[in-house]
């Protein structure tokens, strides 16, 4: 059975340090994506990674994949207030995307 | 392109009653979603459709729930009686391939927060 792991579950931290959050996943699979949720709101599609090696950047953040390790890290360059959310990682695996618990963020001035 | 539609947004019912949440998918993607989210965790599938036909319901309690989705394009989810543990946001997504193949990602809807007191 497919786990995906994220840690941490909680994250507070300062505006203008950096921190990486980690996904990991117990099977083989070739597609991993990042979603942000705001409280009461739905998800937002972040990232999409397809390859080993995939690196892919938006702003403040950076997503990559290393399939051989099964995973995959959401780096937070400078956090900003506005970065607050729940971010999820989420592995596809055959007709399936399963879902990692979340890592709340809070960016404090 | 219009998102996923989904109603109603909010439903509080008391338990061992029905409800009935209706998802309408972005126009042309084949491949419809239900998830349930309980609060503090992440969405987890209950079953995916592929056009009209189902692809995937493993995860759906099947004595109390069941989904529909009629031509292929509006879908709908009941639970019938429900119970207290049925709270939860039902969120319904879409995307243009099974599984989410290549650059496409899934799209959510807004979802809709079940109360059952």
């Known amino acids: 059975e497919l786990k995906v792991e994220q840690n941490p579950l909680f994250l507070s931290m300062q505006e203008g340090k950096n921190y990486t959050i980690y996904c990991n996943y117990s099977t083989t699979s070739d597609r991993l994506y990042w979603y942000r949720q705001d409280p009461g709101k739905s998800l937002e599609s972040l990232f999409v990674?397809?390859?080993?090696?995939a690196v892919k950047q938006e702003g403040r953040l950076m997503a990559s994949l290393d399939t051989k390790a099964r995973l995959s890290t959401l780096h937070i360059t400078a956090a900003v207030h506005d970065l607050s959310a729940t971010y999820f990682c989420a592995v596809a695996l055959n007709n399936d995307m399963r879902f990692g618990a979340g890592t709340r963020l809070t960016v404090k001035p | 392109e219009a998102g996923v539609a989904q109603s109603p947004r909010y439903k509080i019912i008391e338990k061992r009653q029905s409800v009935a949440f209706w998802c309408n998918p972005i126009?042309?993607?084949?491949?419809l979603y239900w998830y349930q989210q309980i609060l503090g965790q992440g969405p987890k599938l209950l079953i995916q459709?592929?056009?009209?036909?189902?692809?995937?319901d493993s995860q759906l309690p099947k004595d109390r729930f069941s989904a529909e989705r009629l031509k292929g394009v509006d879908s709908t989810l009941k639970i019938q009686p429900a119970k207290l543990e049925d709270s939860a946001v039902y969120l319904c997504a879409s995307s243009r391939a099974t599984g989410g193949q290549g650059n496409y990602g899934y799209t959510f809807g807004s979802g809709t927060r079940l109360t059952v007191v």
């Open positions: 459709f592929q056009n009209n036909g189902v692809v995937d």
């Open positions: 126009s042309g993607h084949a491949t």
């Open positions: 990674l397809l390859s080993n090696g």
